[in-house]
């Protein structure tokens, strides 16, 4: 069997690439022009593309989409992470936040399975993090600041090899359904 993971994102093909590796099923990245569109979560970003792609492909096709969400401002910057990320500093982000004692959050995680048949399935959890006080690494932008909850290390700091089954979860539960299938 053959599914569609549809993604840009080098990270998200190692990280679904891992998941599926003890399975009989062949994963192949699908660049595509199909425009993302701007939704209140990731679960709608990444279904409209999956209801797009399912249109044209005979098989399943994999959608994931991130969010991040700073509790010490709801909503923010949830699935414009993207935008915020390529057009505000991370040293502005600090400013931001510079007077709120929470500097927890979490990621969203929402990845849509398609099937031929026309049935959608979605799949989401929940990555809590916190906000360093201080630019950390030399990596893109807010990697610089986000980290796990847990760990000392901004993702800028740290290999995101050490982190693929944090990351990869949506994946392995669809690996596994459709492995069972």
Not at 98 to 109: A, Q
Not at 114 to 120: K, R, S, T, Y
Not at 133 to 138: I, M, V
Request: glycine share 4%; hydrophobic share 35%.
């Amino acid at each position: 069997m053959k599914v569609y993971l549809v993604t840009g994102n080098s990270e998200k093909v190692k990280s679904a690439e891992k998941a599926f590796e003890d399975t009989n099923i062949e994963l192949r990245q699908l660049r595509t022009s199909v425009p993302e569109i701007q939704a209140s979560t990731s679960l709608k970003v990444a279904r409209h593309t999956v209801e797009q792609i399912c249109k044209q492909y005979n098989a399943p096709v994999i959608r994931e989409d991130h969010s991040v969400y700073l509790n010490a401002i709801p909503g923010f910057p949830g699935p414009f992470m993207s935008y915020f990320n390529k057009n505000i500093p991370a040293k502005k982000l600090l400013k931001l936040l510079e007077n709120f004692d929470d500097r927890t959050g979490y990621f969203e995680i929402g990845t849509v399975l398609g099937l031929p048949n026309g049935e959608i399935n979605e799949y989401e959890f929940r990555v809590p993090i916190k906000i360093s006080k201080e630019l950390k690494g030399n990596k893109r932008n807010w990697n610089q600041v986000l980290m796990l909850k847990e760990e000392s290390k901004t993702f800028a700091e740290s290999c995101s090899e050490s982190r693929i089954s944090i990351w990869n979860q949506n994946f392995r539960k669809i690996a596994e359904e459709l492995d069972s299938s």
